[in-house]
């Protein structure tokens, strides 16, 4: 592209009818697009891409499909359509304990909830879509990586900005930000092309899911005056018909990270899995959302996070128990921090680094066993233990105990409430006059 064409000075009559610059260095000019690895999820607008891709730039595609536990994809039938769109290659990676590991992991350590509520499941998963991307673009001497967002979402910065930090030689599209195409030229260009649009288009919601939880956006939940429909919930009972008993997960906790269910030691993926299923028969983990997306949208969605939702309140719980009121109080600060920072797809953003530092060293006492109660919706803890608690039943008992001496606690308090003492006889006495 031209840059004369912007400068306001040039006066070379070519340069008026050149295409505007491209607004970022790592977007994709057409003629350096000739391999490219597309982030294929099976569905209509990932397929149609498929096609486009190959089409619009004549470019070879590597389909890239990854499993980070989305509940009911068959991962075996999205390879196969991708072969038939006719990508090159068609690759199902699975990244489930990748993703526990290096995403879910901290993200518990961190009590990570968006603006207080939302768990962050998908914000987690696109740096490592992102990143997986890249390592496959460099394997298989691919210059692009294209990806299905729109430009008007936050997983559009999410995967840009993780591919342009660690694979700056690496270029990236976006067709669905570009092309122009509404809902029903997609569906014509599908038909066209021999793309198998049933299921997919007649979904009335967007969706994104993975292990962490499920995310419904768009159709007539767009509007947060509509109530939702009972169809947006695919994975959480609705608690209304939820059972009428209580059913209680023991999770046991060490170094901040769940490792046991009711004194059975699991691998992470496998206890995600079971916390998700006693919290979907009990109800438990809807939440009805207003969010503040990173481009200034403000949206409503609809999230369903059984596993999040006992996870991280069972977490909390234990770090409550065994840590200072000085540190629960700093790490709540802190917590919101590291949501914002992961919400926004700033990954590789040092200062997250950092806040991981203090993340795991406040966590290396988080051990112990939370007891939560499931019921029709709720997720309530009842016991918790822990070797490292602060909590000393002799010290906070009623009953008299030699060890804290209440005639001690006169002298403190009038050294405690000095200044907000003197504060006030001074504000008493400028409003008298
Ligand atoms: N609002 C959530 C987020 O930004 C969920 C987005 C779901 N993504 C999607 N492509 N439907 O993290």
Known sequence: MSRAANDPGSTS?????????????????????????????GGLDTSVMLKWIQDHYEAEVVALCINLGQPDDDFDEVKQKAIDLGAVASLVVDAREEFVRDYVAPAIKANARYQGSYPLFTALGRPLLAKIACDVAREHGADTVAHGCTGKGNDQVRIDAVVATLAPELKVIAPVREWGMGRDEEIAYAKEHGIPVSTTVARPYSIDDNLWGRSSEGGVIEDPANAPPDDVYELVTPPT??????????IGFREGLPVSLDGEEL??????GRVADAACRNGVGILD???DRVVGLKVRDIYEVPAAEVILTAHKELEKLVMTGRENALKAELDLLWAQLAY?????????DSLNAFMNRSNEKVDGEVTVRLYKGSAVVSQRTSPNGLYDQALATFDADPTFSQNASPGFIELFSLQSRMAHQISKGRSQG
Not at 15 to 38: D, I, M, N, Q
Not at 241 to 250: F, G, N, Q, W, Y
Not at 267 to 272: C, D, K, R, T
Not at 344 to 352: I, N, V
């Open 241 to 250: 018909r939820a059972p009428d008993v209580v059913e209680e997960l023991r």
């Open 13 to 41: 009559a070519v340069t008026e009818f050149s295409a505007p610059a491209a607004t970022a260095h790592y977007l994709a000019e057409p003629h350096e697009v000739h391999k490219v690895v597309l982030l294929y999820s």
């Open 344 to 352: 926004e797809g700033l990954w590789y953003e040092p200062l997250l």
């Open 289 to 291: 959302n207003i969010e």
């Open 267 to 272: 691998e992470p993926v496998e206890l995600i």
